[in-house]
Nanobody, 123 residues
Framework: QVQLVESGGGLVQPGGSLRLSCAAS????????MAWYRQAPGKQRERLAV????????YYADSVKGRFTMSRDNAKNAVYLQMDSLKPEDTAVYYC????????????????WGQGTLVTVSS
């Protein structure tokens, strides 16, 4: 079994910053690309950022490009999302996603989601 646990959410004022963390644990043989999503009340889940397996290349949604930075530490099986210049419209539950996880060589890949962490941007 593989689990993703997010942390770092909370209340922040507009213009402020937060850093989210996502730690993967369990029976992990290999983690592929990782992603961050968010879902605001009444809205569809939105993919924000994706990082490649080696963490060298990142892709960002237009809504967060230039403000959010995703990073990865493969030694810790962790990814991070540095969020700067936060706006009220960034208020949402933020989810970590691992769309391709192997628990052993040759095993069928799994997709794993974290439980989410709430970010509220308000004065």
């Amino acid at each position: 079994q593989v689990q993703l646990v997010e942390s770092g959410g909370g209340l922040v004022q507009p213009g402020g910053s937060l850093r989210l963390s996502c730690a993967a644990s369990g029976n992990i043989f290999r983690l592929g690309p990782m992603a961050w999503y968010r879902q605001a009340p009444g809205k569809q889940r939105e993919r924000l950022a994706v990082t490649t397996t080696d963490g060298r290349t990142n892709y960002y949604a237009d809504s967060v490009k230039g403000r959010f930075t995703m990073s990865r530490d493969n030694a810790k099986n962790a990814v991070y999302l540095q969020m700067d210049s936060l706006k009220p419209e960034d208020t949402a539950v933020y989810y970590c996603n691992a769309p391709w996880v192997l628990t052993s060589p040759g095993s069928r890949s799994l997709e794993v989601w974290g439980q989410g962490t709430l970010v509220t941007v308000s004065s």
